[in-house]
């Protein structure tokens, strides 16, 4: 069966961090690209970025360059998303999923909550 399960989010001041985890599961995690999107209230989903199969490449919405950095290790089946400075409009659910050219692995899972707030 496969298997996403986003943790870390949480409540956090603008201008902290977060370290989000995408634990894997039911696939053979190290051929697939890894992506990170997310849905702020009220709106549809976001790209935010993606890392290769092997983690040699990554990509990244202009809002979050330089800011957040996306990894992953293979090993664990895990990927991670960490978000530095945060701001206000980083406010929404997170959620990762596995995917190449044609299709994502998974259906998009639960998320986890992100709120960056004073």
């Known amino acids: 069966q496969v298997q996403l399960v986003e943790s870390g989010g949480g409540l956090v001041q603008p201008g902290g961090s977060l370290r989000l985890s995408c634990a894997a599961s039911?696939?053979?995690?190290?051929?697939?690209?890894m992506t990170w999107v997310r849905q702020a209230p009220g709106k549809g989903l976001e790209w935010v970025s993606d890392?290769?199969?092997?983690?040699?490449?990554?990509f990244y919405l202009d809002s979050v360059k330089g800011r957040f950095t996306i990894s992953r290790d293979n090993a664990k089946n895990t990927a991670y998303l960490q978000m530095n400075s945060l701001k206000p409009e980083d406010t929404a659910v997170y959620y990762c999923?596995?995917?190449?050219?044609?299709?994502?692995?998974?259906?998009w899972g639960q998320g986890t909550q992100v709120t960056v707030s004073s």
């Open positions: 890392i290769s199969s092997s983690g040699a490449s990554t």
């Open positions: 039911g696939f053979t995690f190290s051929s697939y690209a």
């Open positions: 999923n596995a995917g190449n050219s044609r299709a994502n692995v998974a259906s």
